[in-house]
């Protein structure tokens, strides 16, 4: 018997099947939070300064092939939280019994919600965005500044003038509200799908998920708010 074999087929089941899928989903989606946290916090930056915004931007341009490799494997894990997210969206609207439109919510304790019934809509509405917003500032064209005796990209002015237009201002505050309702249950939902919360916890996590979300929402659309108000020069 060849154990090695027989491993790799249960792994392969394993992934094959609606909690193998919900797990990927709960580990992609994670390092997705994860990655929304900390790009809001470094948006918050241009808030204090935009010397500080442009020192950031170029420090992580300076890992080079590391930063290369991290950004690779983000695009590696919104692909894969896509298609096997859509692959259980699918499932599962072929097995329902009932209509879309006669669907109601469950109640408590479930947690079937508008937020939870939208994540392939609003997952596909953020993958939109995401292209966008890559091409409007990672590829868009801006001019350099000299910081600390070296020439940086000035990033933090394509930002600020790319916000002081009514237009991207308010299509990016639209995108990111879709942003919030699809972690407003794929916070809750990565966690549960990983195998962290039981019982009461799943509960109260629940509703700590929509804190998180808001506070997500809020970090990425104050800083284009301030810019076209002003508040930001």
Request: aromatic share 12%; glycine share 10%.
């Amino acid at each position: 018997m060849n154990l090695s074999n027989d491993s790799q087929t249960s792994w392969l089941k394993f992934f094959q099947s609606s909690l193998g899928k919900k797990f990927i989903t709960g580990l992609t989606g994670f390092g997705l939070i994860l990655f929304v946290v900390f790009h809001a916090l470094g948006n918050l930056l241009l808030l204090k300064k935009p010397q500080a915004y442009n020192q950031l931007a170029h420090n992580l341009d300076r890992w080079g092939f590391i930063f290369n490799g991290v950004e690779l494997i983000l695009g590696l894990a919104i692909v894969l939280h896509l298609v096997v997210g859509i692959s259980i969206r699918l499932q599962a609207w072929r097995s329902r019994s009932l209509p879309y439109q006669q669907m109601k919510s469950a109640g408590s304790p479930s947690k079937q919600s508008l937020s939870s019934r939208s994540m392939a809509l609003t997952g596909l509405l953020t993958l939109a965005f995401l292209g966008w917003h890559l091409i409007t500032f990672k590829f868009g064209d801006t001019q350099s500044i000299i910081a600390n005796g070296e020439a940086i990209r000035d990033l933090a002015s394509l930002v600020i003038e790319t916000f002081h237009n009514p237009f991207y201002t308010l299509s990016y505050v639209g995108f990111i509200l879709f942003l919030g309702v699809h972690l407003r249950h794929g916070v809750w939902s990565a966690a549960q799908s990983l195998g962290v919360l039981e019982g009461k916890a799943s509960s109260l996590f629940y509703t700590i998920s929509l804190v998180i979300a808001i506070l997500i929402t809020l970090g990425f659309i104050v800083v284009p708010l301030s810019i076209y108000f002003g508040l930001v020069v």
